[in-house]
C-alpha cells in the first residue's frame, strides 16, 4: 500500500520557485525519502548541483553552502556563495528560529517514509541571483548529487514538473 506513493522507493528532491526577484528567485527545495526503511542517518546529507548559468546564491534559510568559492568579482553585497557547484548541507537543530524554515535543521538526518512519515522530509529555501526571472529565462540546475552515510545515490536528470 505505501508503494502506490513512489513504487521505485526512491529520494525526490524538488525545486519549487516561490517567487521572482530583481535578478532571479526565491525557491524552496524538498527532499523527500520515499526509502521504505532506508534512513538518512547522521551526519546527513550533502546534496550538490551545477548551475545552468552564471547564478549565484544570494541567501539560504535552513541550510548553507559547505563554501563560498570566489566571490571577489561582487562588492558591497556579497552572496552567500559563488561556486558553479555548491554543495549544501543542514543545519543542527537549535538553530535560531529566524533562520529556519518547515522541515530544515534535523542534522541531515531524515527517516525513511513507512517508519516515520512526518520526518522523511528535508527541506531549505534559497534565494538565487543571476538566474533569469521568468519561466522562460530560469535554468534547470545539472549534475544533482546526493551523498549521505552509506552507499551512494545516483541522481537522474532534472525535469519540470507542475507546480507542488
Not at 546526493?146 to 507546480?163: E, F, H, N, S
Given at each position: 500500500?505505501?508503494?502506490?506513493?513512489?513504487?521505485?522507493?526512491?529520494?525526490?528532491?524538488?525545486?519549487?520557485?516561490?517567487?521572482?526577484?530583481?535578478?532571479?528567485?526565491?525557491?524552496?527545495?524538498?527532499?523527500?525519502?520515499?526509502?521504505?526503511?532506508?534512513?538518512?542517518?547522521?551526519?546527513?546529507?550533502?546534496?550538490?548541483?551545477?548551475?545552468?548559468?552564471?547564478?549565484?546564491?544570494?541567501?539560504?534559510?535552513?541550510?548553507?553552502?559547505?563554501?563560498?568559492?570566489?566571490?571577489?568579482?561582487?562588492?558591497?553585497?556579497?552572496?552567500?556563495?559563488?561556486?558553479?557547484?555548491?554543495?549544501?548541507?543542514?543545519?543542527?537543530?537549535?538553530?535560531?528560529?529566524?533562520?529556519?524554515?518547515?522541515?530544515?535543521?534535523?542534522?541531515g538526518v531524515i527517516s525513511s517514509w513507512v517508519q516515520d512519515p512526518?520526518?522523511?522530509?528535508?527541506?531549505?529555501?534559497?534565494?538565487?541571483?543571476?538566474?533569469?526571472?521568468?519561466?522562460?529565462?530560469?535554468?534547470?540546475?545539472?549534475?544533482?548529487?546526493?551523498?549521505?552515510?552509506?552507499?551512494?545515490?545516483?541522481?537522474?536528470?532534472?525535469?519540470?514538473?507542475?507546480?507542488?
Open positions: 500500500a505505501y508503494d502506490s506513493l513512489d513504487p521505485t522507493g526512491n529520494i525526490t528532491i524538488k525545486w519549487d520557485i516561490m517567487q521572482w526577484t530583481p535578478d532571479g528567485y526565491v525557491a524552496v527545495v524538498t527532499i523527500n525519502n520515499y526509502q521504505q526503511y532506508r534512513h538518512i542517518q547522521s551526519p546527513g546529507w550533502i546534496l550538490g548541483w551545477t548551475w545552468s548559468k552564471k547564478e549565484v546564491i544570494w541567501s539560504m534559510v535552513g541550510a548553507q553552502t559547505t563554501e563560498q568559492g570566489d566571490c571577489s568579482k561582487f562588492k558591497g553585497n556579497i552572496p552567500h556563495c559563488c561556486k558553479k557547484d555548491p554543495s549544501v548541507v543542514d543545519l543542527l537543530p537549535g538553530t535560531p528560529y529566524n533562520m529556519q524554515i518547515a522541515n530544515c535543521c534535523k542534522g512526518p520526518n522523511a522530509i528535508s527541506a531549505f529555501q534559497l534565494s538565487v541571483g543571476y538566474a533569469g526571472t521568468t519561466n522562460k529565462t530560469v535554468r534547470v540546475p545539472k549534475n544533482f548529487t546526493l551523498k549521505a552515510p552509506g552507499p551512494g545515490y545516483t541522481c537522474g536528470a532534472a525535469k519540470i514538473v507542475k507546480q507542488s
